[in-house]
């Protein structure tokens, strides 16, 4: 009991005696996986729309580990000065039936921005469901980060909200696009950013 009074009290003050970094790491993914053996390389771009605003780009690959769980390496730029962040993403309720996808990701990273370093770690619990349209298949998400950033002179609990979704139209075999909304509900960017994702086997080359 007084260690679980200890971390909600360190909970609370690192959220309340903070910096002035703000979280700013988007999902940019749905609970879907590549299939093994595939890669998935991706750019994103991103703008900032609260805290002075501003906008990054990021680029990413993606590989599945195995029928649960994926792999997620991104390097960015931009207002945030520079970042690297790599993840693990586990489903182990895949998208069946009635049922959606829901599961976690897992990931720390480096980054600098204003003018500090900064050491990331952010859990994201993520949900997401297939739906085929006439226009060809879109998978909705919905997920929420929660970040803890350390810096030099004091520690952080970010939080926001990820809205967004994948679209794979029918003729377009070699890309994947997506769109995603971020909503801050603490020490976060708000953000608007779209990404385009490009399947890759060794083998063959780009493509699904």
Known sequence: MKFSKYFVLGLFLSSTFS?????????????????????????EPQLLTNHGGGANVNVFVDTALNDA???RFT?????????AFASVKWMPFPDVDQQPAMGFRLGA??????????LQVQVAPIVS???DTEYGLTVPYLAVPFTFLNTKESNTTASHVAIGSEFHHPDWN???LGGE?????NKAYSYISIFATFPFESSKGFGK
Do not use: C, W
């Open 129 to 131: 469901k297939k739906f």
């Open 19 to 43: 910096a002035t970094s703000h979280a700013y790491l988007s999902i940019a993914e749905s609970g879907e996986l590549p299939a093994p053996g595939k890669y998935q390389f991706g750019i």
């Open 109 to 118: 990273g480096l980054a600098r921005d204003e003018g500090e370093n900064l």
């Open 181 to 185: 909304v971020g909503i801050e509900l």
């Open 69 to 71: 769980t994926s792999a």
């Open 174 to 176: 070699q890309m994947i």
């Open 75 to 83: 390097m960015g730029a931009g207002s945030v000065d520079f970042n």
